[in-house]
């Protein structure tokens, strides 16, 4: 029995330290996947700081070329119309109607020019618009995968600690158990040696009073014997 117990101690002793191994495996893999999810987050934000730098470096530029186009623009069509106005002084009659025309038709290609630039600067503002707000989706959905990541994370560590708890309990409830039975068994076995203990003297005292008894007879036979041939003499 003794022996039996010990074997159950020592299973006991592999059980803990099964159990703790695991314990700490799992603790470390809840411990990269906390690490994962701070590197993404930092990731994101580098990530993200960058695209809206990129955005606003692009958008700037743009915006300064455009100023420049302008700029140029508004000089050339100014000398242009100096030009115009210094050379139609000397012309004749129909040499100023065809310049007038000329002069015409590209006033109406320079304002049609510039509606164009106009409207594609527009449009172009419109997709910076679009992006701005693909941008700012593209953080709510990053930010929420790494909200839901994060708790997943949490609930995971949250169910391991409770079945970590559960666990501890079931095994102290089944140890203490085993320790009742060892200690009943161990009465049970005490019972029996003394009840053994107890058959055994007594068979050794009955043995002995059959011996003293035998004995006695034997003794008293004698006297009889000597007693009797005492009377006949």
């Not at 069509?77 to 065809?98: C, H, I, N, P, V």
């Not at 707000?133 to 409770?162: A, G, H, I, T, V």
Request: no cysteine; glycine share 4%; proline share 0%.
């Amino acid at each position: 029995m003794n022996l039996g117990w010990a074997h159950t101690q020592q299973q006991w002793q592999t059980q803990d330290k099964q159990i703790a191994l695991s314990n700490w495996y799992q603790q470390q893999q809840f411990g990269l996947q906390q690490q994962q999810i701070d590197q993404s987050r930092a990731n994101t934000q580098t990530g993200n700081a960058i695209q809206q730098t990129q955005m606003t470096l692009t958008r700037a530029w743009a915006k300064e070329d455009w100023a420049y186009q302008d700029q140029t623009r508004n000089m050339q069509w100014g000398w242009k119309q100096e030009d115009f106005a210094e050379e139609s002084r000397f012309m004749t009659g129909r040499q100023r109607k065809l310049a007038e025309r000329q002069m015409g038709r590209e006033t109406t290609m320079h304002n049609l020019e510039g509606d164009q630039i106009d409207k594609t600067r527009a449009r172009q503002e419109e997709l910076w618009k679009l992006e701005d707000q693909r941008f700012d989706l593209q953080k709510k959905q990053q930010q929420e995968s790494l909200e839901m990541q994060q708790k997943q994370l949490d609930l995971q560590k949250k169910y391991f600690e409770e079945q970590k708890k559960l666990q501890a309990e079931q095994i102290k409830a089944e140890r203490a158990y085993q320790k009742e039975q060892q200690k009943i068994q161990q009465q049970q076995l005490d019972l029996q040696k003394a009840q053994a203990q107890a058959t055994h003297e007594h068979e050794e005292a009955v043995f002995a009073m059959s011996l003293a008894i035998q004995s006695m007879s034997g003794d008293l036979n004698l006297l009889t014997g000597e007693g009797m041939q005492q009377f006949d003499a």
